[in-house]
Antibody, heavy 121, light 113 residues
Framework: EVQLVDSAGGLVQPGGSLSLSCAAS????????MSWVRQAPGKGLEWVSA???????YYADSVKGRFTISRHISKNTLYLQMNSLRSEDTALYYC???????????????WGLGTMVTVSS | DIVMTQSPDSLAVSLGETATINCRSS????????????LAWYQQKPGQPPKLLIY???TRESGVPDRFSGSGSGTDFTLTISSLLAEDVAVYYC?????????FGQGTKLEIK
């Protein structure tokens, strides 16, 4: 079965760090385009970061320089290292797969269940 | 950045009737190379992750009922849900994957009248 399993989130103080992981089954993370999308409580969806099959990475301006997306090939897992966390980073973080496309980027066809990150003192 | 604007923010439709949600992008989402629009629609129910309904503006994802249809091109797009069922109550989002930063509409909350 094709699925994404998120790690547990957590409570972290402002300025702190947290690492999220997302284990894939049924497909290979490194062969696909993958993204992190977040949703603040009661709010809409916000794209955070992407990593393409060729290894290129992209970030929303709101997290650039603070968050790092990566993947582990043998563990077939996607990661998001979050540093210098702020209260506005509080959200449910989803990992998502871009649907395999012949050319270019496609929509998000597989989503994890999400992991809650709370930034508060 | 491409701004995605949905309308309305919420709507109430009677069971069996048709719901129409609009989405406008601040820039074209049409690739002239393949004549495809990088526009997707998602359905999100409470406590669940988003579910892909439509991609390339009008292609239905596998397993999605044909009551759901997408249309439009360039900057104006529409999601149509016909023969509305109680299970269709959800928030619907449009999403552009034409260029980074990928962006979403603010969401449209669909309720039963």
């Amino acid at each position: 079965e094709v699925q994404l399993v998120d790690s547990a989130g957590g409570l972290v103080q402002p300025g702190g760090s947290l690492s999220l992981s997302c284990a894939a089954s049924g497909f290979t993370v490194s062969s696909n385009y993958m993204s992190w999308v977040r949703q603040a409580p009661g709010k809409g969806l916000e794209w955070v970061s992407a990593i393409y099959a060729n290894g290129r990475t992209y970030y929303a301006d709101s997290v650039k320089g603070r968050f790092t997306i990566s993947r582990h090939i043998s563990k077939n897992t996607l990661y998001l290292q979050m540093n210098s966390l702020r209260s506005e980073d509080t959200a449910l973080y989803y990992c998502a797969r871009h649907s395999p496309a012949d050319i270019g980027v496609d929509a998000f066809d597989i989503w994890g269940l999400g992991t809650m990150v709370t930034v508060s003192s | 950045d491409i701004v995605m604007t949905q309308s309305p923010d919420s709507l109430a439709v009677s069971l069996g009737e048709t719901a129409t949600i609009n989405c406008r992008s601040s820039q074209t989402l049409l690739h002239t190379s393949n004549n495809k629009n990088s526009l997707a629609w998602y359905q999100q129910k409470p406590g669940q992750p988003p579910k892909l309904l439509i991609y390339w503006a009008s292609t239905r994802e596998s397993g999605v009922p044909d009551r759901f249809s997408g249309s439009g091109s360039g900057t104006d797009f529409t999601l149509t849900i016909s023969s509305l069922l109680a299970e269709d109550v959800a928030v619907y989002y449009c999403h552009q994957y034409y260029s980074t930063p990928y962006t979403f509409g603010q969401g449209t909350k669909l309720e039963i009248k």
